[in-house]
């Protein structure tokens, strides 16, 4: 690990959180039941701005995290400040970074404080697993992108006989790397059944970019995020 470096801008003022908020936490399709992630961000920045005495225009810059991306809006922070009122002229993006998403936000905003590129930022995240981007499979997925290449109503036809039930069913998104035992929650029985414990490897990054043993002679190595 890196040694950490003294929080305080290029004139030398101390970088600190000043206020912080968040939505109560709900199981999956209950209190948030149909609300989209970005609704959410919007609620919490645009609550948090309204408490606090920090004029929105002061705000230069708002980095959002958000794991599960939906693909009719990819850049949530963006959607966000144009959400909230905030100026048009805000630098926003997003970060994604599995369990510590939120995290690099953080570390973002404060890296451009150190650099003094900002004087104000906003950091946060936002995922809804009640309203999730719900895929199809390849076969159906390629026959679309051909149908819509197709000329004449005989061979759109054609190329959707092909189909078969199977093809037609939704496919969940997976959140995981391409690698099957590097997913980006690992569950603490993986760690008991290793011998692990994960009371020392509590943060969730940690437990990610840590390798455990599978068998004897045998380990894994995930790649780091």
Not at 19 to 35: C, D, E, I, M, Y
Not at 120 to 142: H, N, Y
């Amino acid at each position: 690990m890196s040694q950490a470096l003294p929080l305080i801008t290029r004139q030398g003022d101390r970088i600190a959180i000043v206020t912080g908020l968040r939505t109560p936490f709900a199981r999956q399709a209950t209190a948030f039941h149909g609300v989209p992630a970005i609704d959410l961000g919007k609620m919490v920045v645009g609550e948090m701005l309204a408490r606090s005495d920090i004029p929105a225009e002061v705000i230069e810059q708002l980095v959002f995290g958000q794991v599960v991306q939906m693909p009719e809006a990819p850049n949530i922070a963006r959607e966000i400040v144009l959400g909230t009122g905030m100026s048009v002229h805000t630098d926003a993006y997003s970060v994604s970074r599995a369990c510590a998403t939120s995290f690099q936000a953080v570390a973002n905003v404060a890296e451009s404080l150190m650099a003094g590129t900002i004087r104000a930022g906003i950091a946060g995240g936002a995922d809804s697993s009640s309203v999730l981007p719900i895929g199809v499979s390849k076969t159906l997925a390629r026959t679309l992108v051909d149908a819509n290449k197709a000329r004449t109503l005989s061979q759109k036809l054609k190329l959707f006989s092909r189909l078969r039930p199977r093809d037609l069913l939704p496919v969940p998104r997976r959140w995981l790397n391409i690698q099957p035992d590097c997913g980006w929650a690992i569950p603490p029985s993986r760690w008991r059944k290793a011998g692990g414990s994960p009371a020392r490897n509590r943060m969730p990054w940690r437990i990610v970019r840590t390798s455990w043993q599978r068998k004897p002679g045998k380990r894994v190595n995930c790649p780091q995020r």
